[in-house]
Structure formats: C-alpha cells, structure tokens
C-alpha cells in the first residue's frame, strides 16, 4: 500500500513541550509486516455494517457500521491476533488486552494472571468492577437482566410469549454426586439468622430424585422446615413444632395434628367448601373421618360446640358395636340422644322407658301426656309390647325403637342382643304401674255393678 500525503508537523500547545506529528491524510494507511497485513487507517466516509474496504476489512466482514472519519485498526491475517502490552514496575511485560482471531474472543490478561477491570458509571459511585485479586465480580448499582432496566439490586426480565430459564444455578463439579447442588444464602436482620436454598441436591446418582429444601437458623445449627419434592409434593419438615400458621389471618393454622381456623370474622361466615364441579354420574365430593383399628380404635366423630356452652357430639360408638350416636357431651356413648344400629334398628334416648303412656312411632319417645313427633303419637300399651317382644320379631325391634333393647352385629357378622338395664326397669315398673290402673279401673267397673245388683235386689 503506497503512502501518499505524508506529512510532518511540530505542535506545541502552551509550556508543554513540542511534540512532532508523522501522519498521513484520510484514507491512508500504514501498513506493517512483508504482507503488509497490519494496517492503520483513517476511513474519512461512513462505512456500512459488514461492508469490506480493499486491504483493510477484507473478505467477508462481520462489522458494525461506522460513521465517516473512522480510525480502524486491522490485522487482515487469516486467524491474527492483536495485543495490547505494557510493562509493568520490574520491567516485565503485561499483556493486559488480547483480541484473539482464530477464537474470536477478546481477552483481558490470561488464566490465574488477571487484571482489574472497571466500568464507571454515569452516577458518581456507580461501576462494575473485576476484583482480579478476590476473583470477584463486584456490581455497585442495580443489574436488570433481560427487557428494561434494574428496579432492585436484581432485575430478570421477560417479554417473549415462552417462559425461558431466567437464573440457572448449577454446580458442574461431579455432576450426579448427591449433595453436589447451589446454595442460595438470604441474611436476615439478626447475626446468625439465614434462611439457605438448596437449589437442586441430586440423591443416587441417576438425577431421577431431586428436590428443592428451604432451612432456617437461629444461632446454631441449621434444620430444614420445607421440601418441594420432584413428584409434586411440598413437605414441611419439623412440623411437630411448626407448619403453617396465620394462613389468611392469625389463628389459622395447620400443624401435625390440628387444622384450625380461628379468628375474629364480625359478621362474617367461616367456611370449609369442598366443591365437585364435575357433572360426570361418578363424581363424588365427601368429608371422610376416619380412625385407624379392627374395632379396637377410638371413635369417629364430629363435636359441635357453643361457647361456654352444650357440647353436642356425632360418630360411631366403636366400644358398641359401632352404632352412630347422636348425643350430648365429648364423646359418642356418653349421653346419646339417638342410635342408629348398623342393622338399621333406630333407638332414641339413652334413658328411654322411664315414661311410655303416649310413645311416637318414628323414633320411640315416650311421654306421660300426649305430645307432637317425627312420627304418630298414641297411647302405649306397655304389657302388650312385652307380650310381643316375646312371640315375633316385630315386637323385638319395637322395644329396641324404645331403648329397651340393643339390636347390633358382632365382629364375626351375628347379630347381638342386648338389654338396656336402666331402661327396661323402667319400662317394667311402666308396665306394672298400667296393671296397676287396669286393675283400679276394673274394681271401678265391679263395684259399680255390685252397687246396681244390691239395688235392683233391695239389699
């Protein structure tokens, strides 16, 4: 390349001393090597992106565009490097810029000798800094990654219509090891108290089971309080003295053993819905209560409780046979109100019998005085009951309606009969108190006719 238009000029500018200026004019280069395949050069027009210029962007370019009176500095050799080198204080040169063409990669110092870099902001204390000696990327100011800027110290944005992998964490020492994850360590405001994300911790070494655990620590060791499994579940850990309390509001809580919704809801409903939406014929939205044992477990049970009130209680009496009781107290057995037999045979009134004068059909209550009931209500003939009791079926489940006797299934599938005690005392003195008026009236009746005969007579 021919150098045409050189030219030398002495510059001095105020006390500095007079510097002398070899140039050339635009367009012209210097050209270095026997190849001359180094060149300097001031473009005086705009050069447009990836557009070759002869001796100097040379074969297919990958450039930007450039605005007229461009200095461009090339190497054109095929695979060429460039690098920028200082020495340092003992003389020793430093390569601190490496432009490195058969890898197409620019490089700042080499392996295990590093340099400072820094990057000024346009606010004063603002930079991002390459700390070559703590091996440290150092940010004083917010980093927005993605779409727009940082609104926080962190900012990963999207605005693509897929969800992309915005922070990826991985530890690529020994791939597969168990414990070979990320830690992520959030402080908080007192000394020792942190809160660690294991990230990804690999168990065995075929990457099936992974999970994702959150921990806690307060001025000791560290134990982990959530687990989200890779089959979907979230496992709270320690929740024999934790879980997740004040859900929506304090006093909601669900622990090992409790579930509670308490708090203040002035003119407000508590609700627990459990909706099907389904309109398929199989679909099915239950409540299911349940105690573990052959017969042998506690009972099933709903409590319903007023403050400072009545507790009434619902369930399955297991110690009797397993009959649903409805009654009041803590307890199915303890004061029943209403049996159903797992026969179907319905009792009513644990103490049923004291009074049968007037008995409901329905559900077997008894009353002195005629009174309204579930079913129809008539005077009782009590001897009658216990003639038939004794001669058919239907007079046997007629005082087990009464509370008189208990109709129930053994464990083997029989069926069991039982005699409540304090009530069939009852209905027996209720019986004999019914001879007793049956007989009144009958001496009633005797007299009377005696009285007439003695008259008709003259006696």
């Known amino acids: 390349m021919a150098n045409p238009q050189m030219f030398v000029e002495v510059v001095t500018t105020g006390a500095q001393a007079a510097v002398t200026v070899v140039g050339h004019g635009d367009n012209v280069g210097d050209a270095f090597g026997d190849d001359e395949d180094f060149v300097i050069v001031l473009n005086s027009s705009a050069n ?11 074969g297919t370019p990958v450039t930007p565009g450039l605005a007229a009176n461009s200095a461009i500095l090339s190497n054109t050799t095929a695979s060429g490097d ?15 810029l490496h432009l490195d063409g058969s890898a197409g990669m620019l490089s700042v110092g080499e392996d295990a000798t590093g340099y400072d870099v820094k990057f000024f902001g346009d606010t004063t204390g603002k930079y991002m800094l390459w700390d070559e000696s703590e091996d440290d990327l150092i940010v004083i100011g917010d980093v927005g990654i993605g779409a727009g800027t940082g609104t926080g110290a962190l900012t990963v944005t999207n605005t693509g219509s897929s969800l992309p992998t915005a922070l990826l964490l991985r530890n690529l020492t020994a791939v597969g090891s ?10 908080g405001n007192a000394t020792g108290e942190t809160m660690a994300s294991q990230g990804v911790a690999w168990e065995g070494t075929d ?15 560290p134990s982990e309080k959530l687990r989200i499994k890779s089959n979907g579940e979230v496992d709270l850990q320690g929740i024999s003295t934790g879980g997740l309390i004040n859900v929506g509001a304090p006093g909601n809580d669900w622990s090992a ?35 573990g044992g052959a017969g042998t477990s506690g009972d099933s049970q709903i409590r319903f409780r007023q403050y400072n009130g009545t507790d009434w209680v619902a369930g399955i ?3 009797e046979s397993s009959r649903w009781t409805l009654g009041t107290g803590t307890a199915p057995g303890a004061a029943d109100a209403f049996r159903v037999t797992t026969s179907n045979i319905i009792t009513f009134d644990n103490n049923q019998g004291a009074n049968h004068d ?19 209500v008539a005077w009782h003939d009590d001897v009658l009951a216990l003639r038939k009791m004794a001669i058919n079926r239907d007079g046997l489940e007629h005082m087990a309606k009464l509370g008189v006797m208990n109709i129930s299934t053994n464990n083997d599938g029989s069926e069991w009969l039982g005699i409540n005690m304090q009530a069939a005392q009852y209905f027996t003195w209720s019986g004999m108190y019914q001879l007793y008026q049956r007989m009144d009236a009958q001496n009633e009746a005797m007299d009377t006719r005696l009285t007439r005969i003695e008259q008709a007579l003259g006696v």
């Open 48 to 58: 447009s992106a990836n557009a070759a210029i002869t001796d100097v962007l040379v």
């Open 82 to 96: 460039i690098l920028f080198a200082v020495a340092d204080a003992s003389g020793n040169s430093q390569g601190l």
């Open 178 to 187: 168990a414990n070979t994850g990320v830690n992520i360590v959030w402080h």
């Open 207 to 221: 990457n099936a089971d992974t999970y994702m655990a959150f921990e806690t620590r307060t001025s000791g060791s």
């Open 257 to 291: 053993a409790t579930f509670s919704m308490s708090s203040a809801l002035s003119g407000g409903n508590q609700t627990i819905s459990i909706a099907n939406t389904s309109e398929d014929a199989d679909s099915l939205a239950q409540v299911v209560i349940r105690v």
């Open 317 to 319: 009496d297991v110690s």
């Open 358 to 376: 007037y008995v409901c059909d329905g559900c077997g209550r008894g009353e002195i005085e005629m009174f309204e009931c579930c079913g129809a």
